[in-house]
């Protein structure tokens, strides 16, 4: 610790130990302890404790005072912990009885203290720490915690119940990985007592009638086998599985959640030989009803090594609703469902249409289970792509009503499902997954043309409408293309012209959200198919480039954002609005510029500017023909109206598109690698003036210098950045060396030093690229971006200042009081 | 308690309750969708209307061809366009003592019944219904005789000839029946008989029962009806809605508790939800004008045009159409607006909180102020000195068989550019543009029906708890065309009591109570006596005095002194026989106790059964049974009366009297 704080710490004991004195927040002593934490883990607590006898002293006086706060006495508890994790340190607390009188029951255990959830939380936490060595162990039995643990466990708050829950393994671990642990045979009837103690009561939570003292259990198991890996944890469960195993004869199972996670976290860490555990998952798979065995059938699926029958299970029961839904669908019987051989269970169909509620969860929860299988590499195989295509397509048609089901369980099942949102989000989710897949072309037919009636429903509502669009980019990017061609295929072309009448609709409608889900859409589209002559001459065709264009005056600011992206990206493609006069094609185009510049120095929100920003660095890096007209005035034009800008977010794309810029006129940047052994390849002289000249026509530098000492900490990173960058280019030109005493530079650096210093007003005035490479080199880049690159709290976050904080928070307190006499 | 049905049409309703002595009629809704079998009117000469061919038989039999036209596949009457009455013989109107109007679209067919069917009684209804329904049926009227067709087609409509017809005019019923339009003043006169009534105002009917209107939600006025007495309620809920439009919301609590429920003017489009429709309206409508084409919207002058406007009036700047002008062209359309703007306090609470500040209610105010509004009572006038396109157009009649709209349908149907967008939801939107076929303008259906839907009806029930619905049949099942939706039926318990037209209900309850008031002398001699904790009884010997549906106990008259004289007395002077009367028992006969007093008293050889009802006591040596019920004791014995005078008082030992 540094003498500093050291010098500090008594005062700030003192504040703490005083009831009068209110402490700032908590979250302050949450720092403090963070602090504690380090320091006890960088050296001896014995030694601290010993350097600052006030510790000792503020946890003696805490157990004295009557009056203090819950907050300090929680703290206390946590420190002592802190302190005692070291066994030579706990010790030394031992010999003043400290101990006990915090966590026995001399201490705020039997106290009014206790009733406060921040002082069991600390008691908890304290001991926590505490455990770490064999003495704590016999401090803990010696002082009877562990049934003050148990009760703990069954606290109305649940921060704490969940806390002693872990306590409880954690205590367990210790005991368990003592020196002994190898020696110890998996069988539980030698562990120490103290293990035993803690087993017997999990034993007796097992058996209990009690749910909540089940789940505890259970929880406190999950736990044990997620985090702890010695070799006792199997002889646990070869002790405990009996209890596990007779919770599933119980109807309903109870704790059901808590029994799935502990199954799967003992699946996890057992090995894949144990016959028994994956009997009992089989059996557990049986027993629980659709609802409950969906996530356990999930987390079976995802375990590496399983048995494949097991497997076949599970995956049977992720499969069940929606092949209920398939059946009950089916206007006669067809080809082998998603079950081949078996049909819909009829438990499942009694769940399925019990309530609106259990239908909705149940579904939703086999199409999410079934999205998130989708792309792992595990998923069962053969994966059965087309009837899950089938099922989402049915499921989406019986949400609409389109779908005619004719049996009494269809008819059933479409009035529960019909304008069902949450289901038809969930199906869309995963019909967009399944695009990854192939499937029979009549059943991507089928897709498209339930996808088209979700775009084309006004009783879609704009976050179905969303997942529609979704879904649809992802089957379209991922529908075939034409062998040897790289157009569209057919049919994908026939879509499209029937979609792009919808795109017109609804880049029409009156909700905001959903002309942005067309204007995303649209850019998405045209970013990946833009060069295809089919999507091109459907999209010329139609009036949505005009549409889109006219977005750009929309009134709501997310809106012309997206449109602004769209508008950008179709004119990166060439597929902007049809020139209004044929003769001059480039005044549609340049009356664009002239709008996004617009928008860019006269919009009121930041959105439209940022993606304008965005637009223009994009044109200039891919060389957009209006653009590369003339890039010198374009560059400027934007420059200026970036730097004027009051959102950080459009001055730092600025300095984004000005890198760009510098890049297309001097060369690449080196390597973004650090540890590139190359350095930065210097442009030849010539070129180099040349380039100067050019930055300093455009005002380059000013934005720049400018962005360096911006009040937001990424503008000036991203400039000192840029100006390094720079400065590494023209570093061996000579020719400027002496510019460098020129008055201009002289009169430049003392206008950056004001600006340094806060007053921006004044303007720098044109540069020679001369004194631009003399202000590179005379100023101080790496200083600034090491200092820059400190996190902007590093000087409030070290611990003197915390402690400084804390006692000038109680200080200023103090003399507020002393006013009031 | 019946109710005859008159109406087939769900949503335009007409009911006949006949509830304790009163005759009670619920609504008169004209169903105008017969008008689609005839051609449309036009205000301007069509030449593409006046040539179209005359309709032949198969063998080439033209006698219909002056009555019958054909176009694009479909015939129609040439005719002036013919309404459907609701039934008039199924009972004697003249009979109906009060009719009651649920909002301004019910009362279309009044003037044919008030005026034609020797009704005298009185019409209910609240001051928007009836100021509205009177724009109503003024612009219907103006519609129709501002184009006087000197032909009238009557030849078709007999049975032997109409059974040649092709569909729909073969399949249309009760054309017999159907009318041409009234004039103004059967209209007036009508609209006489009505008495202006306020929400949740009670009105007495000849003291037999209350009727009380509730607001209902759907549109300015409309109400919805509870008819009770003091033992029962019926609630009559018509045209209903819960959405936030324009009106004030709707009353459900006050329909708590009805011993029958009758539920008509349910949403005629259930499958489209108001909202989606608004914002599929806007979209055309944009999308329409963008693009240089014209927007028609044939719409009643009132009702959802109030909101249409108002969507139109944050939505138009956004999208860019400020420029555009909206007309509004109808006779009544200058009327409707203002109307609008000052029935206040029947508006939702939004729009009566700005009527304080003071601002105009609905936004058309300034949209009219603004010029982007601007509305003429025809196409005639003014109208064709400001008419500028692009532009949007609202008129009627929604059916597109006369009024202005006609005029539109053959100025802008030719062009692909121009929109017809059907935002009413009475009319088949392909059967209204039949006469217009080929057709080029876009076409684009987006149903507003705010009425309640079938989700909506269900929580409504599940909470006002009504012991039995009634209601057309057609919600009883699902749309014929949708036969899988089974959700778009009325699922209630008990299942709810359909009716179709021309039928008559037998409502499945019985009144079993009946009020009656005891005068207060006599309430003063009464002298109750405690037969357990709480419950007193007293007995009363009375009058019954039942005049004007109200019954009075009062007390008897005194014995008249004998006079002597031999005067003949009336028989409406008789006195009712005041008899000294037995005094009452009651409580309940201990057979244990019974048994064992009976024993003390020398009866041996008793038996006891137990019976179904009670038990049976049986004296075996004295050849007698006594019958211990609930609520009676029969003592049977063979003409031993003096056995059964002392058994009887036994009996009596265990009863209490009074």
């Given amino acids: ?821 | 308690m019946k109710l005859y049905c008159l109406s087939g049409h769900p949503t335009l309703p007409c009911n006949v309750l006949k509830f304790k002595s009163t005759t009670i009629m619920l609504d008169c809704g004209l169903d105008m969708n017969s008008t689609l079998n005839f051609l449309p009117l036009p205000l301007v000469q069509s030449p593409r209307l006046s040539n179209l061919p005359g309709w032949s038989l198969k063998d080439g039999n033209a006698f219909l061809d002056k009555e019958l036209k054909e176009c694009s596949g479909h015939v129609f009457v040439d005719s002036v366009p013919e309404f459907c009455l609701p039934e008039t013989e199924l009972i004697d109107l003249s009979t109906v003592d009060v009719i009651l109007i649920s909002n301004y679209h019910c009362m279309m067919a009044l003037p044919y019944i008030t005026e034609h069917t020797g009704f005298t009684g009185t019409v209910y209804a609240t001051e928007p219904s009836v100021q509205i329904g009177r724009l109503l049926m003024e612009e219907l009227v103006n519609f129709i005789e501002r184009v006087p067709k000197a032909q009238s087609a009557s030849l078709w409509k007999n049975k032997d000839i109409q059974r040649l017809l092709p569909s729909p005019l073969k399949d249309a019923v009760e054309v017999s029946t159907w009318r041409r339009c009234y004039t103004m003043q059967e209209v007036n006169s009508a609209l006489s008989k009505i008495q202006l009534v306020g929400y949740s105002q009670k009105i007495e009917l000849f003291g037999a029962v209350q009727v009380t209107p509730l607001s209902s939600g759907y549109a300015l006025g409309s109400s919805n009806w509870i008819i009770q007495s003091h033992y029962e309620k019926v609630s009559y809920v018509s045209g209903s809605s819960l959405l936030t439009t324009h009106p004030q919301p709707m009353d459900q609590a006050s329909l708590k508790n009805s011993d029958v429920l009758i539920l008509t003017g349910l949403t005629q489009i259930p499958t489209a939800n108001p909202d989606s429709m608004v914002g599929e309206f806007c979209s055309n409508l944009a999308l329409t004008v963008r693009n240089g084409g014209n927007v028609l919207v044939p719409c009643y002058p009132s009702g959802v045009i109030y909101d249409l406007l108002e969507c139109l009036y944050q939505y138009i700047d956004s999208a860019g159409l400020s420029s555009i002008p909206f007309y509004f062209i109808s006779p009544v359309a200058n009327s409707s607006l203002e109307f609008s703007q000052i029935f206040a306090e029947w508006l939702c609470h939004n729009k009566q909180t700005k009527v304080y500040l003071p601002e105009p209610p609905f936004p058309h105010a300034e949209l009219i102020q603004t010029n982007k509004l601007k509305h003429y009572p025809s196409i005639h006038g003014d109208f064709s000195n400001d008419f500028r396109q692009p532009c949007v157009v609202f008129t009627g009649h929604p059916s597109l068989r006369f009024g202005d709209v006609v005029h539109f349908m053959e100025l802008w149907g030719k062009s692909s550019l121009n929109t017809v967008i059907f935002t009413e939801p009475d009319f088949s939107y392909l059967e209204a543009l039949a006469p217009y076929q080929p057709l080029a303008m876009k076409c684009i259906y987006c149903p507003i029906d705010t009425r309640l839907n079938f989700i909506q009806v269900s929580k409504l029930l599940k909470e006002v708890q009504p012991l039995h619905v009634v209601c057309p049949e057609q919600y009883t099942q699902p749309p014929p065309a949708q036969s899988h939706r089974i959700d778009l039926m009325i699922d209630c318990q008990p299942p709810a009591m359909s009716y179709r037209r021309a039928e008559v209900l037998a409502l499945p309850f019985k009144r079993r109570y009946e009020k009656i008031e005891i005068m207060p002398e006599l309430a003063d001699s009464l002298v109750p006596m405690e037969i357990k904790p709480g419950v007193s009884l007293a007995t009363v010997s009375a009058v019954l005095h039942t005049k004007d549906n109200k019954h009075i106990l009062q007390p008897p008259p005194r014995p008249a002194q004998p006079t002597g004289g031999k005067k003949r007395k009336r028989a409406s002077d008789d006195i009712p026989d005041c008899k000294v009367l037995k005094p009452l028992l009651s409580g309940s006969i201990p057979v244990e106790q019974f048994v064992q007093t009976l024993e003390k008293h020398g009866f041996s050889d008793i038996k006891v059964e137990d019976t179904a009802k009670g038990h049976i006591v049986l004296l075996q040596e004295a050849e007698t049974l006594i019958q211990i019920e609930e609520d009676s004791t029969h003592i049977i014995c063979d003409n031993d009366e003096m056995l059964r005078v002392r058994l009887r008082d036994l009996v009596l030992k265990f009863l209490q009297k009074f």
């Fill in chain 1, 1 to 821: 610790m540094d003498p500093e704080c050291s010098r500090l710490l008594p005062a700030l004991c003192a504040v703490l130990a005083d009831p009068r004195q209110p402490v700032a927040d908590d979250t302050c002593l949450e720092k403090l302890l963070d602090w504690f934490t380090a320091v006890t883990e960088a050296g001896s607590s014995l030694l601290l404790l010993q350097e600052n006898p006030c510790l000792v002293e503020l946890l003696f006086h805490v157990l004295k005072s009557q009056d203090l706060s819950s907050r300090i006495l929680s703290f206390s508890l946590r420190l002592a912990g802190i302190f005692a994790a070291q066994e030579d340190c706990f010790q030394y607390l031992q010999q003043g009885e400290l101990l006990p009188m915090l966590f026995g029951e001399v201490g705020p255990l039997g106290g009014a203290a206790w009733t406060a959830p921040a002082v069991r939380s600390g008691w908890i936490q304290g001991l926590r720490t505490l455990a770490q060595h064999p003495s704590a162990l016999h401090f803990l039995a010696a002082c009877g915690a562990v049934d003050t643990i148990f009760s703990l466990q069954g606290d109305p708050s649940l921060f704490v119940a969940s806390a002693a829950g872990q306590l409880l393994v954690h205590i367990l671990d210790l005991v368990m990985r003592g020196p002994a642990e190898g020696r110890r045979s998996p069988q539980a009837c030698d562990w120490p007592a103290c293990a035993q103690k803690i087993v017997g009561h999990i034993e007796d939570s097992l058996c209990s009638t009690d749910i909540p003292q089940v789940t505890q259990a259970l929880s406190v198991l999950t736990t044990a086998f997620g985090h702890c890996h010695g070799l006792w944890t199997q002889g646990l469960w070869v002790r405990l599985s009996p209890l596990v195993a007779r919770l599933l004869e119980k109807d309903p199972v109870p704790a059901s959640h808590s029994l799935v996670d502990l199954l799967l976290s003992v699946a996890r860490s057992a090995p894949s030989s144990d016959r028994d555990l994956w009997e009992t998952l089989a059996q557990t798979l049986s027993h629980l009803s659709p609802t409950q065995a969906g996530p356990l059938a999930l987390g079976i699926l995802k375990l590496q090594d399983c048995p494949q029958v097991l497997r076949t299970q599970a995956f049977g029961i992720l499969l069940q609703p929606l092949a209920c839904v398939l059946e009950a669908a089916a206007q006669a019987p067809g080809p082998p469902g998603l079950l081949e051989g078996a049909a819909a269970d009829s438990m499942m169909v009694d769940t399925l249409l019990s309530s609106k509620s259990a239908c909705v969860g149940l579904l939703c929860c086999a199409l999410a289970h079934l999205g998130l299988l989708q792309p792992l590499p595990q998923r069962p195989s053969p994966w059965p792509q087309a009837p899950l295509l089938g099922a989402a397509v049915t499921i989406l048609r019986l949400c609409s009503g389109s779908a005619a089901p004719t049996s009494d369980v269809g008819g059933r099942l479409c009035a529960i499902l019909v304008g069902c949102g949450r289901v038809q989000r969930a199906a869309l989710d995963f019909l967009g997954a399944l695009s990854q897949g192939t499937g029979p072309q009549e059943l991507v037919t089928q897709v498209f043309s339930v996808l088209l009636e979700y775009l084309v429903s006004p009783e879609s509502s704009s976050m179905v409408l969303k997942k529609a669009f979704q879904a649809t980019l992802r089957w379209l990017l991922s529908s075939p293309k034409t062998p040897g061609c790289c157009d569209l295929d057919p049919h994908t072309q026939l879509f499209l012209r029937e979609l792009l009448p919808v795109l017109q609709k609804r880049l029409c409608s009156p909700c905001w959200e959903v002309r942005d889900s067309v204007l995303e859409f649209l850019t998405q589209m045209t970013r990946h198919c833009g060069g295809q002559a089919g999507f091109r001459q459907a999209l010329l065709a139609s009036e949505v480039p005009e549409l889109t264009k006219q977005l750009l005056r929309d009134p709501e600011s997310y809106v012309r954002a997206s449109a602004v992206t769209a508008t950008g990206q179709l004119s990166s493609w060439g597929l902007c609005a049809t020139p209004a006069i044929p003769e001059c094609p480039g005044a549609q185009q340049e009356s664009l510029l002239v709008e996004l510049l617009h928008i860019l120095s006269t919009d009121s929100e930041g959105f439209p500017r940022r993606a304008v920003m965005q637009v223009f660095t994009e044109w200039l890096r891919d060389g957009h023909a209006d653009v590369a007209e003339d890039a010198e005035r374009f560059v400027a034009g934007v420059l200026q109206a970036a730097s004027r800008d009051l959102d950080w977010e459009v001055r730092a794309q600025g300095l984004e598109l000005a890198l760009v810029f510098l890049e297309q006129l001097l060369g690449q940047r080196g390597s973004h690698c650090p540890y590139a052994v190359a350095l930065p390849e210097t442009a030849p002289p010539g070129v180099l003036d040349q380039a100067l000249q050019v930055l300093c026509r455009v005002q380059l530098f000013e934005f720049a210098f400018r962005a360096l000492f911006d009040c937001d900490r990424p503008v000036a990173q991203k400039s000192c950045d840029l100006l390094l960058f720079l400065r590494a280019k023209a570093a061996p030109c000579g020719s400027s060396q002496e510019a460098g005493d020129s008055p201009n530079v002289a009169s430049v650096e003392a206008t950056l030093q004001r600006w340094q210093a806060g007053e921006q007003g004044q303007p720098l005035g044109y540069l020679e690229p001369g004194a631009v490479v003399a202000l590179l080199r005379s100023i101080d880049l790496e200083g600034l971006r090491d200092t820059l690159a400190e996190s902007s709290d590093h000087v409030e976050k070290s611990p003197q200042s915390l402690l400084q904080d804390m006692l000038a928070a109680v200080g200023v307190l103090g003399e507020n009081e002393a006013d009031c006499y």
